[in-house]
């Protein structure tokens, strides 16, 4: 096996710091896309680790209990669950930040993006102006396992309960609570967690649900980049 490791390639591109965040002009338009940019990174972060996981591990046997399919699975719903508190997060940001939605400076950059993006970017509005029963769904899984660590003690025991004593019972994975200890945390995992987790993200959001919420994460990724590539230019036109 190769030790070659890669690198990351491209060419760097530069902006003056104060043609993004002006020193002496608290401008809040300027304030969004930064946080805008946060969400594109944190959105790329998620998404890049799930794809080197799955290009650079086999995918795992289902049919038998192992420490691949364990560590393998456990990695996955961590993206999972942290994309989905993203995605509230994200929602949450457009609401409170109604006030900017409609500014001239933004409007004049959300006409120059494709007829789908900005489709999808009033769609996005939309869900984070009126909040349905999706948006509380996705926003109790932010609020009991990926911002906070399930304050009310309720989640977890939740979604445990779903993978040993109830729907879940049955697989053959779910016979018995399994876990790793081992002499570092490199090879130490606590897979039942990680089940509990899976199970209780299952139990708030149902297979259309999730469907809904990946599709909501592709137009975020979308929507963002092609808006932040505008701003960036009408960044550089600033004297």
Same mark, same amino acid.
């Given at each position: 096996? =190769?030790? /070659?490791?890669? @690198?990351? !390639?491209?060419? %760097?591109?530069?902006?003056?710091? *104060?043609? /993004? /965040?002006? +020193?002496e002009?608290?401008d809040q #338009?300027?304030n969004?896309?930064l946080i805008?940019?946060?969400?594109?990174n944190? %959105?790329k =972060?998620?998404?890049?680790f799930?794809?080197l996981?799955e +290009?650079?591990y086999?995918q795992p046997?289902?049919?038998n209990a192992t420490?691949? #399919?364990g +560590? $393998?699975?456990? %990695?996955?719903?961590h993206v999972?669950?942290?994309? !989905?508190?993203? *995605?509230?997060e994200?929602?949450l940001?457009?609401?409170?930040?109604?006030?900017?939605?409609?500014?001239?400076? #933004?409007?004049?950059?959300v006409?120059?993006?494709t007829?789908?993006?900005k489709? @999808?970017?009033?769609?996005?509005?939309?869900?984070?102006?009126?909040?349905n029963s999706? $948006?509380?769904?996705?926003?109790?899984?932010?609020s009991t396992?990926?911002m906070h660590?399930d304050?009310?003690?309720k989640?977890?025991r939740?979604?445990?309960?779903?993978?040993?004593?109830g729907?879940?019972?049955d697989?053959?994975?779910?016979?018995n609570a $399994? $876990?790793r200890?081992?002499?570092k945390? +490199?090879?130490?995992?606590f897979f039942?967690?990680d089940?509990?987790?899976?199970d209780y993200?299952?139990s708030?959001?149902n297979?259309?649900?999730?469907?809904?919420?990946?599709?909501? !994460?592709?137009?975020?990724?979308? *929507?963002i980049?092609?808006l #932040?590539?505008?701003?960036?230019k009408?960044?550089?036109k600033k004297?």
């Open positions: 096996m =190769s030790n /070659i490791k890669k @690198k990351f !390639i491209g060419s %760097l591109e530069e902006i003056s710091p *104060t043609k /993004i /965040i002006d +020193e002009k608290d #338009l300027a969004f896309f805008l940019s946060m969400v594109f944190d %959105l =972060s998620f998404l890049f799930e794809k996981l +290009e650079s086999e046997d289902l049919e420490v691949h #399919l +560590e $393998y699975a456990g %990695l996955k719903v999972q669950k942290n994309l !989905i508190g993203i *995605t509230s994200f929602l940001m457009l609401r409170k930040n109604s006030d900017l939605l409609n500014i001239p400076r #933004l409007q004049l950059l006409r120059e993006l007829p789908e993006n489709r @999808k970017w009033d769609e996005l509005i939309d869900s984070a102006k009126n909040p999706l $948006y509380g769904n996705i926003y109790q899984i932010r396992i990926t660590y304050h009310q003690r989640a977890l939740k979604g445990f309960m779903r993978s040993f004593f729907e879940g019972k697989i053959k994975q779910h016979k $399994y $876990y200890i081992g002499d945390m +490199e090879n130490t995992r039942y967690a089940a509990a987790v899976e993200i299952k708030v959001l297979m259309e649900d999730m469907g809904k919420v990946t599709k909501v !994460i592709e137009d975020m990724t979308h *929507t980049y092609s #932040l590539k505008e701003y960036i009408m960044c550089k004297k």
